[in-house]
């Protein structure tokens, strides 16, 4: 896939991550506009960890999704792709039950790099995650 070909709509970028990691967890995209990517995650028992509440692995999925794919939505003309270099995660919170919801905002939409910020909320609107990557834009050989 072209970066030209990605599909915009949530049904596609949700179908996107279909049989990867996306998939597995089960993010499905609400909204991809530019300048800003949304998304849920449906809490279940699958995606948590020993101690009863959601795994870190599954927020970070979630935020790092979104932010990926408005990365590849933004990436300037002529480009090939984008590669994760460095990210962060603070969890301010804990879920056991509902959705999972995510935002996600570039900070810096350069020709070299990009910066995506993402707030994971829970159903009642309280912050349990933020998270920042820094993404490579990578260009033709």
């Not at 089960?26 to 949304?38: A, N, P, W």
């Not at 994760?84 to 905002?105: D, I, P, Q």
Request: net charge negative; aromatic share 6%.
């Amino acid at each position: 896939m072209t970066v030209s070909t990605m599909p915009r709509d949530p049904d596609g970028l949700t179908a996107l991550g279909g049989g990867m990691l996306p998939g597995h967890l089960g993010v499905l995209v609400s909204s991809c506009t530019d300048g800003e990517v949304t998304g849920e995650l449906l809490i279940r028992p699958e995606l948590f960890a020993p101690n009863g509440f959601v795994h870190a692995a599954a927020l970070i999925g979630l935020a790092d999704t979104l932010c990926g794919y408005g990365c590849m939505a933004a990436l300037p003309a002529g480009a090939d792709g984008f590669t994760t270099v460095e990210l962060k995660t603070n969890f301010l919170g804990a879920a056991r039950e509902g959705v999972l919801r995510c935002r996600a905002v570039p900070v810096h939409r350069g020709r070299s790099t990009q910066l995506w910020d993402a707030t994971v909320t829970d159903d009642q609107g309280r912050t349990v995650a933020v998270f920042r990557c820094t993404q490579l834009v990578l260009w033709p050989r």
